[in-house]
Every structure is written in C-alpha cells, then in structure tokens.
C-alpha cells in the first residue's frame, strides 16, 4: 500500500503560483542542510541525543500517518458519535440563546418603559454580533484547540447572562446581549470538530447531524419561551438559558476530550520524548514559535478573507443570500406568529408551539438528506475524474427542496387569513418553509467546501455570518412589515408574505444557474481558478509515494525536505549550497521513510483506509482547516496540521 504526502499551502490565490513554481528550487536548497536520517529517531532507539538550538534543522515532525492511530479518527464510532453529540447540544444551546429572548420582551417593555421595538433590540444585537464572533473565534481554536476555546466561550456566553437576568435597567440587558452573542464561537469551532474526527469524504453524514442542531436550537426558543413567557417572570427566559449553558458545559468540560489534530500531535510528541528521552520527534507547533504562527497581519488576513470572498465570490454571495434570507424567515416568524395565530385565538403556549412545525420540516429534510448522501457518495465514488460529480452533484437534492422555500411562503401567504380556514394549512407550509431552510443550509455548505477547498472556511463562513446576520438585521423591521403593508386592505399578513415569496423566489433560481453554470463561474473565479492551478501543479511535480512493501520508489525532493523542519529553516536556506541532490541522497532518505512507515505500521491497531479512500484531514477539510499561515514558516516545514492540501484527487 502506497501513501500520497501532500504539500500543503493556505496561502492567498496571489501568491500560490509564485510559491508553488519556485518551489523544486527551494526543496533542493534545503536537502544540502538536512543530515543523515536516523531511522530510529522515532522509536527512540540510539544514542542520539534530542537536538540543541542550533541543530534544530535534526528535528523530525510528526505527522498524521506516524501517530494516526492515536488521533480523532481512530475513535471508537461510539465515541465519536458521543463526541458529535455533546457537540450537537452545544450548538442548540447557543442558537436558543438567539431566539428564546423573544419571550421576554413583554415583561421588559412593561418593567422598564421601553417600546417593543426597543426591547427587541436586545435579540437584534446578539444575532448580529454573534455573525462577527464566529469569525472572530474560529482561528483561535485552530491555535489553542477545540476544547479550550469552546470552554471559554460557553463560560464568557453564560457569564453575560447575568447583567441581562439582574438587569436593574435597559442599558445592562443591551450590553449583557451583546456581549454574549460576541462570545459565542458558534459553528466556527464546533462543526470545526467534524474534521478533526471524520475524513473528508466522510463527514456529509456527521455535518447533516450537526446542522440539524444549529437550526433547530432556533425553533426549541420559542417552544420552551411560550411556556416561560406564560407562567414565568421574563427573567426566567435568561435564568433558563444560563442553567441550560451550564449544564451543557459542564458536560463537555467532563467528557469531551480535545480533538484539534495539531494539539493532539504536540501531545504525543512530548508523551513520546518523555517516555525515551532519545527520541527525535516534534509536534508540528513546537517547530515555529507561536508569536510567527500567528502575527497580527494573518490574524488580520484570516478576519477579513470572509467578507472579501462574499463581496467577490458571485457563488459565495448567491448561495450565502439565500441562506441567510431563509435562515432569516424563521426568525422575522419569531416576531410575527403571535399576530398571525392569534387570529385564530391561540395562547402565549400554543403560539410557541406551533414553531414544532417548523422543527417536523428539520427533521423530515434531515431524514431525506441521508439517502441523498448515499447517491452523492456512489456517483463521486464512479466518476473521479467528472467536475459536476465532484463538486455541482453536491446541490442535486437542492434542486427538489429549495422550490419549498417559495412554494410554502405563497402558501403561507394565503392560508393565515384567520377563520374560517383552518390554523393546520398555515403550520404545513411552515413545515414546508423548515425543509427548504435546513436542505438550503446544508448543501449550500457542502458545495462550498468542495469547491474552495482550503479557502471553505472562508467561503462558508461567509455563508455562516449571513445567515446570522440577515436574521438580526430583519428581526427589528418584521413586526413593522407584517403589520403595515397594505393594512389598509386588511390583507397585510398575506401581502407581506407575497413579497418574501418574490424574493426567494429569485433567490432559488440562482440554485439552478449555479448547478448548470458551476464549472463556467468556478473557472472565472479568482480563487477557484488559483486552487486549480495548485493542484494540477502539485499533481505533477508536488507528491511523492512512499512504498511500505519494500519496494523501493524514489521521493521528491520536496517529500524528503517535508520530513524535517526547523522555524529558523528559511534563515540557513538563505546562505544554503545550491548543488542538486544526488540519487543516493534521494534513495537513502526514501529508504529510511519506507522504514519509518513500517515501523509505525507494525504496531497499527486500527485500520487505516486507502489512500485512495482516505484523504488527509488538512486536505479540502470542512470548517477546520487552519486559516492562518505562519509567517515566516520555511518551506520545507511540513505544517500538516495547520496547512491544507492542494493535491487533487
């Protein structure tokens, strides 16, 4: 069995050419400065000392391959799933910290004096600062891991609930709301853990799953609110929120184990020096130092890239714009399901639960996408080399659920004129609006992520911040909208939904342009058109195989330079010999990979897939992959961790 080690890069579009054509002359440079490979250093066995400072060039990085059996995905599938289920209750806690404010605005408008307009702003501002702390979380949880950084935010999120649920004025409950919704990291980091514990071709079922809990945390609001808002001082909507954050965090800081590759890597590195002081290995963020991993400019650069590529991107702003209208649906219903089903003389209770609708709508498109992943899979899986299999066969189910987003708005429209038609036909179309929303949410991100491949963080999190966004943006005019236009007829609730029905309905036919026009927008776009270039070049000139059967194969260049590294590489690079490295160079360092591989292969426990079936977790990841490159890093450094891979498949 052959392995692939890709070159990985997270570089701007601008600068992947220019660094991936002088790269052959860089990877040779640095063979001159590399000595002799000890085939022990992994085990630990010789007598050769861990290296000093200025022998660091000596120093061997671990990779996936050399500890695969002891990261993420080699769990247990028990344990991943219990993983991806504590994760999925966190991402419910955090959007029903979104929603289930709603019900408190009565008991605020009438304690403190406020419009309802006004106190709604409390729910407008944690939405549209919770679309910025996405953004603002995700890299840091690449640098310091999932588990810190989610612990972090979910403590921060839970303590800002406390100004808002001891508010002795208005003022404390818009701070306490807005920082609460800046404090939470969102999808960033936990739809972030798929990757760390799923392989790219295996993570659609794990992200279906995980999506499902970020739009029905939305809805599970309003149905606990109707309760609290009844029965309850407003109060109890905040006291609620924060036992529900608690109770989730305290499960997570228990029984959640870290699952960020880098720092898992790092950990193994140091438990195995610590056990054979003589073994030469190194975790990929003990190579470069922290403060060249992550300068204010690459902290600047990853913060910016979203909004650029949504502002840039014609399919990153159509799909995000239709995301973020739908997602933005539910929530404009948030605020107006009360005038809506009160005709029809529901209560503060039955008003909130007639949002399950809209949760039977999430659960059916949940229920629907798992056969649509299957066909997905097969038809990747027969034709490798077709683009529309790889990347637009991602939206084919699209093509049948998003017509649900303006088939159940015009239905909606005109089936909540009150008695004598019935409240049921109302609550099917909402169902019907539920499908769209969740099938629109789901492919959208699945596409993206194939699409741009390492620069899906950026492209989906364009998508995440318009959805959240949108959705705070339009809770404050909704009330306004439903209730004003055309009031004077006493259609107002039908014409205000006729028009959202003539957006999305624009919006949908986007869906079908992009799924015929795919290939023809991917090649004009700046990025894709630049990952292209990337990976047909590294297909030719950037992989080497590495044979575990013994039999010889000769690596590149850049495979040998990849396997040791150094933070100061790219300072000895500078005054290196610039002969050409001889064959026996070539083949000895092959010779000692091939052993170094065989090694770790006969103490493997678990089964590693092909590398035809497996693809590096760096390699067009989901949410996860690093969006910061270290500056400075020196080109033979393999950043596998922190890097994505530009190989094609």
Request: one cysteine or more; proline letters at 5%.
């Amino acid at each position: 069995m052959s392995r692939l080690e890709p070159i990985q890069s997270v570089l701007e579009p601008s600068e992947m050419s220019e660094k991936i054509s002088d790269n052959t002359s860089s990877d040779k440079d640095s063979l001159d400065n590399i000595p002799a490979h000890n085939p022990n250093a992994f085990s630990g066995v010789g007598e050769k000392s861990p290296p000093k400072h200025d022998e660091i060039n000596d120093k061997y990085e671990i990779t996936e391959d050399d500890c695969y059996d002891e990261l993420g995905y080699s769990f247990p599938k028990w344990k991943k799933w219990y993983i991806l289920t504590v994760i999925f209750w966190v991402q419910v806690s955090m959007n029903f910290n979104t929603s289930l404010y709603s019900n408190a605005i009565p008991g605020i408008e009438k304690e403190f004096g406020v419009s309802a307009q006004a106190a709604r702003c409390g729910a407008m501002i944690f939405l549209v600062l919770y679309a910025f702390g996405c953004e603002l979380w995700a890299p840091w949880s690449e640098e310091f891991g999932r588990w810190p950084i989610l612990q972090l935010s979910l403590g921060l999120v839970n303590l800002w609930q406390l100004p808002v649920a001891l508010a002795p004025n208005f003022a404390s409950i818009m701070v306490g709301r807005a920082l609460g919704g800046l404090s939470s990291a969102g999808g960033s980091v936990t739809l972030g853990m798929i990757a760390d514990i799923f392989e790219s071709d295996k993570q659609q079922y794990a992200v279906a799953y995980i999506v499902f809990s970020s739009v029905g945390g939305s809805i599970l609001g309003p149905v606990v609110g109707g309760f609290s808002e009844a029965y309850l001082d407003w109060r109890w909507s905040i006291w609620i929120q924060l036992i529900f954050g608690v109770a989730i965090q305290i499960i997570h800081f228990i029984t959640v184990p870290e699952t960020r590759t880098t720092i898992m890597m790092n950990r193994i590195a140091k438990k195995r020096r610590k056990a054979n002081p003589g073994a030469n290995v190194w975790g990929p963020d003990e190579l470069v130092p922290f403060k060249e991993r992550f300068s204010a400019k690459e902290v600047i650069t990853t913060w910016i890239r979203p909004f650029k590529m949504f502002l840039t991107e014609p399919i990153v702003l159509v799909l995000s714009l239709l995301s973020g209208f739908s997602d933005a649906l539910i929530f404009m219903f948030i605020q107006s399901f009360s005038i809506v089903y009160k005709q029809w003389g529901f209560s503060t209770v039955q008003v909130g639960l007639s949002f399950c609708s809209i949760g039977v709508g999430y659960l059916l498109a949940w229920i629907l996408f798992i056969p649509a992943i299957k066909r997905n899979i097969k038809e990747r899986t027969e034709h490798p080399e077709s683009e529309r299999a790889q990347y637009e066969s991602r939206l084919w189910f699209l093509l049948y659920t998003a017509p649900c987003l303006p088939i159940g708005l015009i239905g909606f429209a005109w089936t909540i004129q009150g008695p004598p038609i019935h409240w049921i036909g109302s609550m099917i179309f909402a169902a019907i609006i539920g499908i769209a929303n969740y099938a629109i949410y789901m492919a959208t991100i699945d596409y993206m992520i194939c699409a741009y491949g390492p620069y899906s963080a950026s492209a989906t999190g364009g998508n995440g911040w318009s959805r959240d966004f949108l959705a705070g943006v339009l809770t404050i005019p909704a009330t306004p909208f439903f209730t004003n236009i055309g009031a004077s007829s006493g259609k107002n609730l039908e014409y205000a939904c006729t028009i959202l029905f003539c957006i999305s309905f624009i919006l949908v036919i986007a869906v079908y342009v992009i799924y015929w026009k795919g290939p023809v927008l991917r090649k004009r776009s700046p990025f894709a058109q630049k990952l292209q270039g990337a990976k047909d070049d590294s297909t030719g000139r950037k992989m080497s195989y590495i044979s575990q059967s013994g039999t010889e194969r000769r690596g590149s260049a850049t495979s040998i330079a990849r396997r040791r590294s150094s933070y100061n590489a790219s300072k000895t690079l500078a005054g290196a010999n610039k002969s050409q490295p001889t064959d026996a160079d070539l083949n000895s360092s092959s010779a000692a990979n091939t052993a170094m591989r065989s090694n770790a292969a006969a103490t493997n426990t678990s089964a590693r897939p092909d590398m035809k079936e497996r693809s590096y977790s760096q390699q067009q990841r989901f949410f996860g992959e690093s969006r910061v490159t270290p500056r400075g890093t020196p080109r033979g450094t393999p950043s596998a961790s922190r890097a994505n891979s530009m190989v094609g498949r």
